[in-house]
């Protein structure tokens, strides 16, 4: 194996193992002479391994012990104290506060289940994939034209990207020119090498890109070298030079330029709380918030319940000014960021509607959103769902067992006002409804980039064939709630109620840095099972209602979905 250093950006994350007695140097069945021998005696100085006499470089690395020597690798050492996590099998374990970390940093995304499995032998192309991940290094959505000349790794293999990735750094060798070995198991000595070649890749500054000047493809960079050198040499309070934040207002700033209200480059202030948004619980407020063509901060809906609802704050509102100063011009993350507060505190919004001014106080709250509510109106079953959070399946699956065993004469499912949410959740909820292996929705990505169009089809078999559904949405219902009101209505299964929908229908990944930032960037379109586009168009309920607000006893739109049963 190559010991390499390159160039480019990343972030450290790390781990720890055993406790034996101390072992002077490195392991005794260790060759410290030897490139391995280096990398693991690179991990023992980190606190891998210290006290034991063996490394067992030869012996499968599992998950967990991945995870632990990942994260100690890459520097991460504020462990979570009593860490508990959302997997059954990795609770009071040695591995849980890593596993807890790891998940808290979003390297876990692609564990949906309720289970971990964290002894289970990890592959070479997954050790790859999540020691990118560990380290924050960008993988790129596209490939290059040039063939791998893999068996093993197709152009079109789910991992291919990032095993690209890694060749290209140098970080990791293929087992033969023909054939990289993604599924062969990977070795705790090969995954000590994999991660000093990522840990000693060239970075300064916690993620600070460096680009040669006469190698960037980028425009204008020498321009931005010099006005860099410029600032950093020469700015008379040098006690106020701050090369982090610098970094990451410039890159805020290129981002920002694209004029795209749903991409951004999130500080760790604002990765947290998209965490906390997607486990349904956080403080403030309680309301969807998005950007308007205009770039001002819109409210898509209140949450049901929320102070924010109580308050009378309703969709469409446009917040102008939080505690009487101007938001114009800032990004709707920082403006969700000056309403969020301590549970108990007061928030004042400046908020135009239908051309006049309102001023709201708001007691701000704990908000810990229940996903699925259930009730039973003149014997049909109404199902709300308030968001698509990681509590969604759970909840849904709870309360589909409910309704089969009372039987109901019918279902409404009622979006309004759900702001959207995980995609995964809403293809699960759809899949109760659509026949087995039906289309929930498509993604379509710009021209170049075709390859990866995807088409998103139900997970599991349905549990409610033969009942009449209704679906009831408003201005309020966005993004994964369209992408289901849309399938149950392209595939003919529902009816739809209600006003229009809202109309955001493209799709962002959320690229999480080791330095704790984020790359939100919208990057396709999600299109209905018939490609109709969503966004912009929303979706139009089969019949037209509004629920009157000046009637708070009468629910008029759920009364005329009901109507239908």
């Given at each position: 194996m190559r010991i390499l250093k390159k160039i480019f950006t990343t972030i450290c994350i790390v781990l720890v193992l055993g406790n034996t007695t101390a072992f002077a140097g490195v392991f005794s069945d260790v060759n410290p002479d030897t490139p391995q021998g280096k990398a693991i005696e690179f991990l023992l100085n980190k606190g891998?391994?210290?006290?034991?006499?063996?490394?067992?470089?030869?012996?499968?690395?599992?998950?967990?012990?991945?995870?632990?020597?990942?994260?100690?690798a890459a520097d991460v050492n504020d462990l979570p104290q009593n860490a508990t996590t959302r997997f059954?099998?990795?609770?009071?374990?040695?591995?849980?506060?890593?596993?807890?970390?790891?998940?808290?940093l979003s390297l876990l995304e692609d564990?949906?289940?309720?289970?971990?499995?964290?002894?289970?032998?990890?592959?070479?192309?997954?050790?790859?994939?999540?020691?990118?991940?560990?380290?924050?290094?960008?993988?790129?959505?596209?490939?290059?034209?040039?063939n791998f000349g893999f068996t093993d790794v197709k152009n079109t293999h789910r991992l291919a990207r990032?095993?690209?990735?890694?060749?290209?750094?140098?970080?990791?060798?293929?087992?033969?020119?023909?054939?990289?070995?993604?599924?062969?198991?990977?070795?705790?000595g090969e995954a000590a090498e994999l991660l000093y070649n990522l840990a000693n890749s060239d970075t300064e500054g916690g993620g600070t890109i460096i680009i040669q000047n006469g190698g960037s493809d980028v425009p204008g960079w020498q321009m931005f070298q010099s006005v860099w050198d410029e600032t950093v040499n020469r700015f008379l309070w040098k006690d106020k030079i701050d090369k982090t934040e610098m970094m990451q207002r410039a890159i805020e700033g290129a981002v920002n330029a694209l004029g795209d209200p749903y991409s951004a480059y999130l500080l760790p202030s604002k990765t947290t709380a998209i965490n906390q948004d997607l486990s349904g619980k956080t403080e403030g407020i309680g309301a969807y918030l998005s950007e308007n063509e205009a770039r001002e901060v819109v409210v898509v809906a209140p949450i049901d319940g929320s102070p924010a609802q109580a308050a009378g704050i309703q969709s469409g509102d446009v917040i102008i000014a939080v505690d009487g100063k101007s938001v114009g011009g800032v990004s709707v993350e920082a403006v969700s960021a000056q309403i969020r507060g301590i549970a108990g505190t007061t928030v004042s919004l400046t908020i135009r509607r239908n051309g006049s001014q309102l001023i709201v106080s708001i007691k701000r709250a704990a908000i810990e959103i229940k996903a699925v509510n259930l009730k039973f109106v003149d014997g049909v079953a109404v199902l709300k769902l308030t968001q698509f959070s990681s509590a969604v399946p759970a909840e849904f699956a709870a309360a589909v067992k409910e309704i089969i065993?009372?039987?109901?004469?019918?279902?409404?499912?009622?979006?309004?006002?759900?702001?959207?949410?995980?995609?995964?959740?809403?293809?699960?909820?759809?899949?109760?409804?659509?026949?087995?292996?039906?289309?929930v929705t498509k993604t379509q990505y710009r021209e170049e980039l075709s390859q990866f169009n995807a088409t998103q089809r139900t997970t599991h078999a349905p549990s409610f064939t033969g009942y009449k559904v209704a679906v009831l949405i408003n201005k309020g219902s966005a993004s994964a709630s369209e992408i289901v009101a849309a399938a149950l209505q392209d595939?003919?299964?529902?009816?739809?109620?209600g006003e229009t929908s809202f109309g955001k229908?493209?799709?962002?990944?959320?690229?999480?840095?080791?330095?704790?930032?984020a790359l939100k960037l919208t990057v396709a379109h999600w299109l209905s099972p018939k490609e109709q586009p969503i966004e912009?168009?929303?979706?139009?309920?089969?019949?037209?209602?509004?629920?009157?607000?000046?009637?708070?006893?009468?629910?008029?739109?759920?009364?005329?979905?009901?109507?239908?049963?």
């Open positions: 891998v391994g210290e006290g034991a006499a063996n490394f067992f470089p030869k012996r499968p690395i599992t998950l967990a012990e991945f995870l632990a020597m990942g994260l100690q059954s099998d990795a609770q009071n374990a040695w591995f849980t506060p890593y596993v807890a970390k790891a998940d808290s564990f949906k289940g309720e289970n971990l499995l964290p002894n289970r032998a990890l592959t070479k192309g997954e050790a790859v994939k999540l020691g990118l991940k560990i380290f924050g290094v960008g993988v790129s959505l596209t490939l290059p034209n040039e990032y095993i690209f990735r890694a060749l290209k750094l140098g970080v990791i060798d293929p087992i033969s020119n023909t054939e990289f070995g993604v599924s062969q198991r990977f070795t705790r065993a009372q039987h109901p004469k019918g279902i409404v499912l009622d979006l309004r006002n759900n702001g959207g949410g995980l995609v995964t959740a809403a293809v699960d909820v759809a899949s109760y409804f659509l026949p087995e292996n039906s289309v595939q003919g299964v529902a009816t739809v109620v229908g493209v799709m962002q990944e959320i690229n999480f840095f080791g330095d704790g930032t912009g168009k929303g979706i139009t309920p089969d019949i037209a209602a509004v629920d009157d607000t000046a009637t708070t006893n009468i629910d008029e739109a759920l009364k005329r979905a009901l109507n239908l049963f």
